[in-house]
Nanobody, 122 residues
Framework: QVQLEESGGGMVQPGGSLSLSCAAS????????MGWYRRAPGKQRELVAT???????KYAAYAVGRFTISRDNAKRVIELQMNGLAPADTALYYC????????????????WGRGTQVTVSS
């Protein structure tokens, strides 16, 4: 089994910052992409940022310049530093990881965290 443990969510005022962390654990033989999605009230899930095993990153347009994703492959941890938060950023933020658990790392499956709530409000 694979678990993704998210932390760092909370409530912050507009313009504030939060840092989200996600640690992957379990019977993991290989981790490919890791990243974050979010789902705001009344909206569909959308990409926030991703990072490949090689460190290539991709951001949603709204995240560019405000959010930074980083990855520690040894610890199997990703972080999302979010600055300049706005009410529109209020959402459940979900960590995901594309993970292989078989001995030969021949089959990769997507795993999801339970989500951590980010609320931006005055």
């Amino acid at each position: 089994q694979v678990q993704l443990e998210e932390s760092g969510g909370g409530m912050v005022q507009p313009g504030g910052s939060l840092s989200l962390s996600c640690a992957a654990s379990g019977s993991i033989t290989y981790v490919a992409d890791m990243g974050w999605y979010r789902r705001a009230p009344g909206k569909q899930r959308e990409l926030v940022a991703t990072s490949t095993a090689g460190g290539k990153t991709k951001y949603a347009a709204y995240a560019v310049g405000r959010f930074t994703i980083s990855r520690d492959n040894a610890k199997r941890v990703i972080e999302l530093q979010m600055n300049g938060l706005a009410p529109a950023d209020t959402a459940l933020y979900y960590c995901y990881a594309d993970v292989a658990t078989d001995a030969w790392a021949s089959s990769i499956q997507a795993y999801w965290g339970r989500g951590t709530q980010v609320t931006v409000s005055s």
